[in-house]
Antibody, heavy 121, light 111 residues
């Protein structure tokens, strides 16, 4: 059974940093791209970035809204995905989801339950 | 970036009737004979769930009441017949071009 479990969310002050984790199981982690998606309260989904699989060198891509502030990485020995978030702003407050990316068509076929981040003083 | 515009933003449908949700892309999401458009269902307090991939393919375990159609820039998600469990917000998403983008969502309620 495929499982994704996010952790690391919480309350952080503007300008602060936070690292989210996504522990995965039930599939060969290194075979898949992995994405981060966020959703502000009551708003739509926003793709933040992904990290490619082993065959594609674990390279990364980011949305313009977080490029330079957020970094996606992965620990392939433990099947964990990370999102390092720096210089946080109030508008980064959201539920953050990790998702597995299907290799055939890049749909996001499994999602975690999400972890909530609030940026406020 | 490819902009996805969903309509309507919300709709109310009677149980047993048909619900139709539209997603229009600002440019074609077709490549290599496939349409890289996907649909997700998100119930309140839950993560999104993949319903339809590549415009018309039903994800495993999803009831046949859900169907998708369309190509290039115009896509439709149909739920027929609507059941009470279908109350949710539905999102389209394209993966033809980076960055992947989502539509603004359509909230389905029961009339």
């Amino acid at each position: 059974e495929v499982k994704l479990v996010e952790s690391g969310g919480g309350l952080v002050q503007p300008g602060g940093s936070l690292r989210l984790s996504c522990a995965t199981s039930g599939f060969t982690f290194t075979d898949y791209y992995m994405s981060w998606v966020r959703q502000p309260p009551g708003k739509a989904l926003e793709w933040l970035g992904f990290i490619r699989n082993k065959a594609n060198g674990y390279t990364t891509e980011y949305s313009a809204s977080v490029k330079g502030r957020f970094t996606i990485s992965r620990d392939n020995s433990q099947s964990i995905l990370y999102l390092q978030m720096n210089t946080l702003r109030a508008e980064d407050s959201a539920t953050y989801y990790c998702a597995r990316v299907n290799w055939d068509d890049y749909a996001m076929d499994y999602w975690g339950q999400g972890t909530s981040v609030t940026v406020s003083s | 970036d490819i902009v996805l515009t969903q309509s309507p933003a919300s709709l109310a449908v009677s149980l047993g009737q048909r619900a139709t949700i539209s997603c229009r892309a600002s440019e074609s999401v077709d490549s290599y004979g496939n349409s890289f458009m996907h649909w997700y269902q998100q119930k309140p307090g839950q993560p999104p769930k993949l319903l339809i991939y590549r415009a018309s393919n039903l994800e495993s375990g999803i009831p046949a009441r859900f169907s998708g159609s369309g190509s290039r820039t115009d896509f439709t998600l149909t739920i027929n017949p609507v059941e009470a469990d279908d109350v949710a917000t539905y999102y389209c998403q394209q993966s033809n071009e980076d960055p992947p983008t989502f539509g603004g969502g359509t909230k389905l309620e029961i009339k």
